[in-house]
């Protein structure tokens, strides 16, 4: 009976496959498997979509794909895709992340509003979005990160009634 390859020959088998398809002129685009986060690549099809179940070389988790032109979509029964809020609370609030995460993303944020407010009129052309809407918004979240408004202290009140 052959032994079950490790997770380090599994991953190293994927890479090579990967490897020569991308020498043979294929392209991929990033993908995570749903289960471990490992990253991933998924070939881009030639027109129509490619849709496959796959096992993850690192986790050996089950998932399902589907490769278009434009994105990746992944799914994994039991699993959903992040809502908005959990993705930003994910990623202002996450486990072992570096301190300077959040710092980050704040900056980031803010130099997107900046460039919607001195982007020319009409950059927005052909998008599915009012371009309108989004530089109100893009005004609205940068004043809201260059000022931080203030917030009633946690606790202030309970002190007070003490007194």
Known sequence: ????????????????????????????????CPHCRFELEAKVPDDDPY?????????EGLFHYTS???NVTVTAPGLRNMTNIEVMRHLMEGPGDH??????????????????????????????????????LAKKVGDTLNQYPMVKDRGYDDEEEQD
């Open 68 to 70: 278009r032109l434009l």
């Open 99 to 136: 301190p300077m995460q959040q710092v980050f993303i704040i900056h980031a944020l803010i130099n997107f509003c900046e460039g919607v407010a001195k982007a020319k009129p009409g950059f927005m052309e052909g998008n599915m979005v009012d371009e309108g809407l989004w530089r109100e």
């Open 1 to 32: 009976m052959k032994n079950k390859p490790g997770r380090s020959e599994r991953i190293a088998k994927v890479r090579d496959y990967t490897e020569r398809c991308k020498a043979s002129g294929d392209k991929f685009r990033p993908m995570w």
């Open 51 to 59: 849709t496959s179940l796959a096992t993850c070389p690192s986790c």
